[in-house]
């Protein structure tokens, strides 16, 4: 039998098809149960306030750039969204005084405009503008730009970056659809009209330009562009889960900005538990030797009914 309709998007998949018991086991998860669901390659971790969260967020960047060395190069790949800890991670680098000419960062996705293309740092939603200015313009002893890796609609050469070059960590944040980078769930169209990819099937997935779920353009425009969805271009390109299997480590930073308090539980569960269900990106996971979701405790909301 066919599983049902999302409740958001008809037409793809996402985590409202799942089934109703895995739903309400997530939202009754507290605190405590959530720091229970830590096990071997799969660590929970509460930061008490923003100050601590970012900044330990920040020293991701620090320990895996302080690492590198001319016979191993080590990058990090990190996100737009958060981005609160990249004015810290150029304090650090700066105050540290660190040679950065054996360090590499990859961007995780950029948008791609009407004309197919991944868009120029003029644009207001540039991620590679914001990675700029919020960090890398702003170190002393700046990395070479050839270290500098962001993704492009042609992406052979972001793909080949991955190659001779240690990623130490992956950071990224978790959308309202449940993803890492701009890794959405698939339409539900073709040989997935009654279910969603397997796990291997999106396991496999290489870098590349997608199409966003729909709610993906509303949080953006929530977090980014004041509301406005008319602002959001509607296809990225972005980091696949293949090149994620090549980090050592994926950490994921949930501060309560940019997914609700059931997302933040959702995913926890699924991945602590191994419930693997492309319809819930974040939940592939689960087979990731070693994840780590940070949380800040004023940011973990409830899920209990509360009319507004």
């Known amino acids: 039998m ?8 008809p037409d793809w998949w996402d985590y409202t098809t799942l089934e109703d018991d895995l739903i309400r ?14 096990r071997p390659g799969f660590r929970v971790i509460f930061y008490d306030t923003l100050e601590d ?3 330990a967020e920040a020293l991701e960047y620090i320990h895996a750039w302080k690492a590198a060395t001319p016979d191993n190069p080590v990058g990090i790949c990190g996100p737009v969204g958060p981005t609160e800890q990249l004015p810290l991670v150029a304090r650090l680098a700066n105050e540290l005084g660190l040679n950065l000419s054996n360090a ?36 002393e002893h700046p990395m070479p ?25 992956m950071q990224g944040g978790q959308g309202d659809v449940k993803h890492w980078a701009f890794n959405d769930p698939f339409r539900r169209a073709g040989a997935y009209a009654d279910t969603p990819p397997s796990p291997e099937v999106y396991r496999a997935l290489e ?39 090549q980090a050592e480590k994926v950490s994921i930073w949930q501060a309560g900005t940019h997914d609700n308090p059931l997302g933040q539980r ?43």
């Not at 066919?2 to 998007?9: F, M, T």
């Not at 977090?223 to 390109?237: E, F, I």
């Open 53 to 55: 969260f970012y900044l």
């Open 25 to 38: 086991d997530a939202a009754r998860l507290t605190e405590a149960c959530l720091e229970k669901l830590s």
């Open 2 to 9: 066919a599983r049902r309709l999302s409740k958001v998007a």
């Open 266 to 308: 959702l995913t926890a569960l699924m991945i602590s538990k191994g419930v693997e269900d492309s319809s819930v990106p974040m939940s592939l996971l689960a087979s990731h030797p070693n994840v780590q979701f940070n949380y800040y405790r004023g940011g973990l909301g409830s899920c209990q009914v509360e009319m507004h």
């Open 104 to 139: 590499h960062f990859w961007g995780m996705d950029e948008w791609v405009g009407s004309d197919g293309r991944a868009v120029s740092i003029d644009h207001p939603l540039s991620f590679e503008k914001a990675d700029r200015a919020l960090c890398f313009d702003r170190l």
């Open 145 to 169: 730009d050839a270290n500098l890796h962001f993704p492009a609609t042609d992406v052979q050469p972001y793909i080949d970056s991955w190659k001779g070059v240690r990623c130490a960590v």
């Open 207 to 245: 870098t590349r330009v997608v199409d966003l779920h729909p709610i993906t353009l509303s949080q953006n425009a929530r977090t980014s562009g004041g509301g406005n969805v008319t602002l959001v271009p509607s296809r990225a390109v972005t980091v696949g889960p293949r090149e994620t299997w």
